[in-house]
Each structure stands twice: as structure tokens, then as C-alpha cells.
């Protein structure tokens, strides 16, 4: 599944949207204030709380574990300027991150770091 938007506000809005409801009553079946989900929406700011996020997921009928729960978690860390928490705590993303940095800044990585990342990925594959 690939995700087109590019904030997590985006995504609530586009998600309520193709539900077919409004704001309002998106807001009243859910028991969600709609000044807060309207600035989400509009990203004036992002939740800051995991708790909110699942219950904004949760009347999005986003499945939890799915991949669109992922990617929607993941928007909202991103829109933070966060790691998400499930990476954070990993010893083998940490390790990562140099190499993955040094790319999008255009260095190509050394056959090194290619050997220490696809062992890295290795491992993930077996978990």
C-alpha cells in the first residue's frame, strides 16, 4: 500500500472524507472534539499523544498492526520530526542511520556500510 499524503492531517482528512462525513459528524460519532480535529487536519499541530492517535485510527477504522496503521503512525512521527517508538528502541535501525543518512545526502556508502546494513537487514528478516 503506498500512502500519497504527506501529513498526517492530510491523511485524517482524506480518510474522513472517503467515509463520507463531515467534520461534525465525524467528530460527534467518534466523541472527538472538532476544533482539535480540525486544526490536525489542517496542521496547525500534530497529536502528541500515542492515546489520541489510536483513538483518531480507531474511528478512521484503521486495523490496528495494518500496514495503513503503520503508515499513518508513521506520518504523525515524521510530521513531529520524531523516530517512530517501535524503531527507537532498535539497536539494529539505530546502527543503520548513519549509512541511511549519508545516502540522502548523496554519499554513496562504502561496500562497508552495504556489508553492515545487509546484515542488519538480514537479521530483521528472521526476527
Do not use: H
Not at 45 to 50: T, V
Amino acid at each position: 500500500m503506498k500512502i500519497k499524503e504527506k501529513t498526517i492531517g492530510e491523511f485524517i482528512r482524506k480518510r474522513r472524507i472517503k467515509k463520507g462525513l463531515t467534520l461534525r459528524k465525524f467528530c460527534f460519532q467518534n466523541d472527538l472534539d472538532p476544533a482539535y480535529i480540525s486544526r490536525l487536519e489542517r496542521n496547525i499541530f500534530i497529536p502528541s499523544k500515542e492515546g489520541n492517535l489510536e483513538k483518531i485510527a480507531e474511528a478512521l477504522e484503521i486495523e490496528k498492526e495494518s500496514e495503513e496503521w503503520f503508515a499513518f503512525l508513521d506520518l504523525a512521527c515524521i510530521n513531529k520530526g520524531k523516530f517512530p517508538t517501535d524503531l527507537k528502541n532498535d539497536p539494529g535501525f539505530i546502527k543503520s542511520l548513519p549509512i541511511s543518512f549519508r545516502t540522502v545526502r548523496g554519499k554513496k556508502p562504502n561496500k562497508k556500510d552495504l556489508k553492515s546494513l545487509l546484515a542488519v537487514l538480514e537479521k530483521e528478516r528472521w526476527k
